[in-house]
């Protein structure tokens, strides 16, 4: 069956799932289904969230347009907000720096790989920075994370569990620091809500009035976080 709607529609079924999602992604609505589901029900689900879809379809059109990093010397790359420019040396040690707004590779005989080294760079800066920013505002929240802890997700920025253990998306490292409180409070608060219901947005805008700013900033820029 062919979908009647106006968007590019990509269905995934999954037995690993018991409810439908929904995301955007480059152009299209990406519909993450339990097997057993129709596609007219998907097609009911997209015409109820089409408002949704478009808007989200908007903010995309002025994202910046994605560029693959190709990790050469003297390229960009984005860290909290502010863009360094790398230097590849050569040297005794296989080394990462942040130095004079520059990012320092050092590589030797033995390095494999300039992605995987920066990557490990950016995972371990975003353990320590993301873990203190969450203690930060959990006590002025009068919250407490059981765990914080560092993922690699694709399509999400962080996450929180009924066991009150969170986790962040490494590459939020990157983003504004604007935005990285956005995405600890937004984690934070579901300690207390567990879904995206009016209640749980009401806590967020509370600790965070300008909320709004900062998830469409990420909405809008998510590609250049990607690498």
Known sequence: MTLNTEFNVKIKRTNRRKTISLQVIRGYVIVTV?????DKVIEELILKKSKWIRNKLTLLEKAPVYKKKQFIN???FLYMGRKYRMRICNGTLNQVKLKNGNFILTINQKTKSLKDNLERWFKK???VKLSSETLYYAKSLGLTPMKISIKGYKSRWGSCNSRGEISFNWRIIMAPKS??????IHELCHLKYHDHSDKF???VESNLPSYREQRDWLKCNETLLEW
Not at 34 to 38: A, E, R, Y
Not at 179 to 184: C, D, G, M, Q
């Open 34 to 38: 339990p097997n057993l589901i129709s």
């Open 74 to 76: 003297g390229e960009y």
């Open 125 to 127: 800066k975003a353990q």
């Open 179 to 184: 935005v990285i409180n956005y995405v600890v």
């Open 201 to 203: 947005w009401g806590f």
